[in-house]
């Protein structure tokens, strides 16, 4: 059968995202679109960072300017192998704002994706901005199939939180999960050769077991990395058999070799999830003074206990136990005592809040408050 002259074949369409900006997914997404290509693969990038679009200056193409051909939009050519799109082509210089509202932004993102003459492509690597806003979700929807999404991240706890929105949103759309990319991943030190974890470790291995998703890989500070990225050539192109290209390729390898993504709508009904504020093993008394949260996952079906994870919360200021308790699915928190504008701040994020619950452990709390026996007393704490 003939084609039309804009009919667009592509194998394979990969998300890059990542739940705040400043952590490497530009560069991710660049070095996996040319890692694709340098393995014969035929590829396109698509940048949908419109207020902050890095490709052109990561692969030196800021020059080029997109023409049209047969009634289609012609991405820029980084290689014969590797087509590029991005806004940063059609803007007059480098220091030109991108000022749209969100119907201008989904127009333009439509025009990305319906009117740009791809052609037949192995892969379609998409670039997106940070976080879960109209562009994320304008190009999945306009996409329509998606085969899967790559998150890349730092090894803080804070990076981490927005990671998690980035799951559930994932989990919503029903976008498989390839996995999780831990970028910053420790530096080496040139002079003695020692690790050092300048943000820290093990919270992204705490994330993925809690939610399911594994790591891909990880990739240290490097400063080649960085020097790679300005000079406009990635890293497993400039230099592949560098310690840091061959991580990123580790990475990049798990990808193409899955059989089949992870999803978390694979299987049965989700797990119920509660959290309950603990010291030493048993409810906290008050909210705000807890040591550990006991996350405690129920089957739906038969109400009973599956697992307890017992989790270092961030820091107790507004707003944040919140944010972090969604970004794991908790439904219900089982508290002692809290205060009302903190029990406002759960119940935003659609979490219940059970309160003057009694001294027992996490396990007898949730177990006893679904068979309906939790007898909970006055809220000790008032502010």
């Known amino acids: 059968m003939k084609k039309e002259k804009n009919e667009n074949q592509i194998a394979k369409t990969i998300l890059v995202m990542s739940g705040k900006g400043g952590v490497g997914k530009s560069t991710v997404a660049v070095n996996l679109a040319v890692w694709l290509s340098l393995q014969g693969k035929s590829t396109g990038l698509l940048d949908v960072d419109l207020h902050g679009p890095s490709i052109p200056k990561l692969l030196k193409m800021e020059e080029q300017k997109l023409f049209q051909l047969e009634g289609a939009i012609r991405p820029c050519e980084y290689t014969p192998n590797l087509k590029v799109m991005s806004i940063g082509f059609m803007l007059e210089d480098r220091n030109t704002p991108v000022i749209w509202r969100g119907p201008a932004k ?179 008394a008050h909210f705000g003074h807890c040591r550990q949260f006991a996350i405690v996952e129920v089957d739906p079906e038969t109400k009973k206990a599956t697992g307890v994870q017992m989790l270092t919360p961030p820091a107790h200021e507004p707003g944040v136990l919140p944010q972090w308790l969604a970004g794991m699915e908790v439904q219900t928190v089982i508290a002692g005592g809290m205060g009302q504008r903190a029990q406002m701040l759960f119940r935003e994020k659609k979490i219940e809040v059970i309160v003057g619950a009694p001294d027992q452990s996490p396990q007898e709390l949730v177990e006893g408050y679904l068979a309906g026996r939790l007898e909970c007393g006055q809220n000790i704490c008032d502010h």
């Open 106 to 284: 989904h127009g333009f993102l439509e025009q990305c994706i319906s009117g740009v003459g791809w052609g037949d492509l192995d892969y379609l690597v998409v670039d997106c901005p940070p976080g879960t806003g109209d562009e994320v979700l304008s190009t999945a929807q306009l996409l329509q199939k998606v085969d899967g999404a790559v998150l890349v991240t730092t090894p803080q706890e804070l990076a981490l939180l927005d990671v998690r929105k980035c799951i559930s949103f994932c989990r919503q759309l029903e976008i498989p999960l390839f996995g999780m990319i831990e970028n910053m991943s420790g530096l080496i030190c040139p002079h003695c050769g020692k690790k050092v974890d300048v943000f820290g470790r093990g919270a992204c291995e705490i994330a993925a077991e809690e939610l399911g998703v594994p790591i891909l890989g990880a990739v240290p500070m490097d400063p080649e990395l960085a020097r790679t990225g300005e000079i406009g050539r990635p890293i497993v192109e400039a230099g592949p058999e560098h310690p840091t290209a061959q991580a990123l390729a580790g990475c990049f390898q798990e990808i193409v070799q899955k059989p089949k993504p992870y999803s978390s709508n694979q299987t049965g009904s989700k797990p119920m999830k509660f959290a309950v504020p603990t010291n030493d093993g048993r409810l906290s």
